[in-house]
């Protein structure tokens, strides 16, 4: 009886409607992927070419993209570096090569951002079985041609966190020059560390003749004490 009720071509519909839903579901998955593929490439592309094309445009800082020498005037160890850096906006990244010193021939990748004359780095070995990395914080000084700052690494001699001055040079004969300098003056600057050594431990033992100071006085201030009571008592 309800076969009878039911239209000729029922069967047909009701299969071309679930067909329908079926494609409807499969093209709103593969529009909704191709959505986000293409807002994932936009962004790569607006982080990775826009930006730093509108930053080159706007750059206004020194320009440091290049070969540095670099130098580290108050270490005992002869250590000089060659740096190259590559600059895309304000973003720098690059690589730094021990030429001499106890790590010659060591090789670190580098990478940071120049802005305001800072450049803040940070610096690991390109050797991934070493633990060797840091941070250098410099500023562009004489003019554009030296970066000088500080550098703060981890010494694998001592397993121990380091700081230390560092002077990077634009010019290879202003390294050779400042070194020549550094030779001449190097007794004068000997003499000074001695003198600093020596002014140092006698602070160290005035300050410990001030910290046992209030002692010696409480002592004293009793030993007085007594010896007025002693007194009052012999009056007596």
């Given at each position: 009886?309800?076969?009878?009720?039911?239209?000729?071509?029922?069967?047909?519909?009701?299969?071309?409607?679930?067909?329908?839903?079926?494609?409807?579901?499969?093209?709103?998955?593969?529009?909704?992927?191709l959505?986000?593929?293409?807002?994932?490439?936009f962004?790569?592309?607006w982080?990775?070419?826009?930006?730093?094309?509108?930053?080159?445009?706007?750059?206004?800082?020194?320009?440091?993209?290049?070969?540095?020498?670099?130098?580290?005037?108050?270490?005992?160890?002869?250590?000089?570096e060659?740096?190259?850096?590559?600059?895309?906006?304000?973003?720098?990244?690059?690589?730094?090569?021990?030429?001499?010193?106890?790590?010659?021939?060591?090789?670190?990748?580098?990478?940071?951002?120049?802005?305001?004359?800072?450049?803040?780095?940070?610096?690991?070995?390109?050797?991934?079985?070493?633990?060797?990395?840091?941070?250098?914080?410099?500023?562009?000084?004489?003019?554009?041609?030296?970066?000088?700052?500080?550098?703060?690494?981890?010494?694998?001699f001592?397993?121990?966190?380091?700081?230390?001055?560092?002077?990077?040079?634009?010019?290879?004969?202003?390294?050779?020059?400042?070194?020549?300098?550094?030779?001449?003056?190097?007794?004068?600057?000997?003499?000074?560390?001695?003198?600093?050594?020596?002014?140092?431990?006698?602070?160290?033992?005035?300050?410990?003749?001030?910290?046992?100071?209030?002692?010696?006085?409480?002592?004293?201030?009793?030993?007085?004490?007594?010896?007025?009571?002693?007194?009052?008592?012999?009056?007596?």
């Amino acid at each position: 009886m309800l076969r009878t009720l039911l239209p000729v071509n029922w069967g047909v519909s009701h299969k071309k409607g679930r067909a329908t839903l079926a494609e409807n579901i499969i093209a709103g998955l593969i529009s909704g992927l191709l959505a986000t593929i293409l807002v994932f490439v936009f962004r790569s592309a607006w982080s990775a070419l826009i930006i730093p094309w509108f930053e080159e445009r706007i750059y206004k800082d020194v320009r440091i993209e290049g070969s540095w020498y670099s130098l580290y005037p108050s270490s005992s160890d002869v250590r000089q570096e060659v740096i190259t850096l590559q600059r895309r906006g304000h973003a720098i990244t690059g690589t730094i090569i021990c030429s001499s010193g106890n790590d010659s021939g060591e090789k670190y990748q580098v990478s940071g951002s120049f802005r305001n004359m800072l450049l803040p780095l940070t610096y690991e070995s390109a050797d991934l079985t070493k633990t060797d990395r840091g941070s250098i914080t410099l500023k562009a000084v004489h003019n554009g041609e030296r970066l000088a700052g500080k550098i703060a690494m981890y010494n694998t001699f001592e397993d121990s966190v380091e700081t230390a001055n560092i002077v990077w040079f634009r010019y290879k004969p202003d390294l050779d020059k400042y070194i020549l300098d550094l030779a001449k003056k190097k007794p004068e600057i000997t003499e000074l560390r001695k003198q600093s050594r020596r002014i140092d431990k006698e602070l160290k033992l005035v300050e410990g003749v001030i910290e046992k100071m209030p002692e010696e006085l409480e002592k004293q201030s009793d030993t007085e004490k007594a010896v007025q009571t002693e007194n009052s008592a012999n009056n007596k």
